[in-house]
């Protein structure tokens, strides 16, 4: 299933919340909308999802404007978590099955094989209520992809869930992929963003400030990155020359280096002032690229990049 966003606005009392945005989801690919909080990321999902209606703008669905049959093809797992407490993991699974048309036999027929898969299958009489926090999240997972879904629209998926469990859905959702689903999540996780996405839209208050494949993405960057390992405190390093950020860990920093800059009297002048003992040049995580046009106003790298953040 192919998605298209087309300049698509949304203002809540006057305040921009998405501002004309456009993106594409190829099909059979995971495609990650990522940015801070309260960057938009939830907003565009409702509007997918047409919870709530936006003020201008198009979706397609497979080139085709977005209509009500297309959610019964859609697996939908909203930020506001909600589950019936008072029933159990299986009549759950099967009325949130029934409500997209999928036949009550089938969703039967496989939840012993998804509750096993989440590690819940000795809960599967037990009450909603039962569950800690992160079982609920892995049963509602569950529930979205239980109907099979063509699609995939996942909001703040890792929410809640610790590294396992993040590893567990991480795992699934590439085996989703390999089944071809088209996969949408949004996320400000980036490290699982890096490690799931085929392609990535970047927001940030509203605007969308980069998007394309990751790879062409951080291409894009280049090796504009160093991490050093030192003895010492290297906050120093920030107001270098040619430095444009640092980001500061145990034992360790990453610099953002400008394009001209020079590493070779960066490493020197942090050679002088603490001991280094491993000075390499690097691809830019997401992360870096995040928290790096995350502090850009949008309007400032349209400019910048010479009409478009487009990559």
Known sequence: MRLKVEEIHKEFDGKVAV????LEVPEGVIFGIIGPNGAGKTTTIRMIMDITAPDSGHIYIDGRKADQEFKNRVG???EERG?????????VMIY????????????RDKIDYWLKKVDLLEYRGKKVEELSKGMQQKL??????????????????????????????KDILME?????????????????????????????????VLDGRLTDVKARFGKNSVQIDIDGDGKFASELPGVRNLSEFNNYIELQLEQDADTNAIL?????RVLVRRFELMEPSLYDIFIDRARIDPADLTQAEGGGAHV
Do not use: W
Request: glycine content about 4%.
């Open 140 to 169: 509602q997972f569950v529930t979205t992809v239980l109907h099979e879904p063509d699609l995939l629209i996942l909001d703040e998926i890792f929410s809640g869930l610790d590294p396992l469990n993040m590893e567990l859905i």
């Open 176 to 208: 989703l992929k390999r089944e071809g689903k088209t996969i949408l999540f949004s996320t400000h996780v980036m490290e699982q963003a890096e490690k799931l996405c085929d392609h990535i839209c970047m927001i940030s208050r509203g605007q969308k």
């Open 268 to 272: 020197k002048s942090i050679a002088d």
């Open 76 to 78: 939908y797992l909203p």
């Open 19 to 22: 501002d004309r945005l456009s």
């Open 83 to 91: 589950l019936y407490k008072k029933m159990t993991l299986s009549e």
């Open 96 to 107: 949130m099955a029934e409500l997209k048309s999928y036949p009550r036999n089938k969703a």
